[in-house]
């Protein structure tokens, strides 16, 4: 998992409204606005963006890229 690749998948999950907070499961938070099997899948994509360890610089980790795509 690259820098981009990880920030194409945040960017996605803005598009599609589907960004939640990342500490907390994605089925409990995506309940009712995608499949059980869809949220599954974000949360893997999740996992794997914390588990490749990238350097964010300025936004410092994924919720940081995240608050910057929602403009807070």
């Known amino acids: 998992m690259t820098i981009d690749e990880a920030k194409s998948i945040i960017d996605d999950l803005s598009k599609r409204k589907l960004i939640y907070h990342f500490d907390e499961d ?26 490749a360890k990238l ?14 795509v929602k403009g807070v």
């Open 26 to 51: 994605a089925e409990d938070c995506l309940r009712g606005k995608v499949s059980e099997i869809e949220a599954r899948k974000i949360q893997s994509q999740v996992d794997a963006i914390y588990n």
């Open 55 to 68: 350097n964010w610089g300025k936004f410092e980790c994924p919720i940081g890229y995240c608050l910057h």
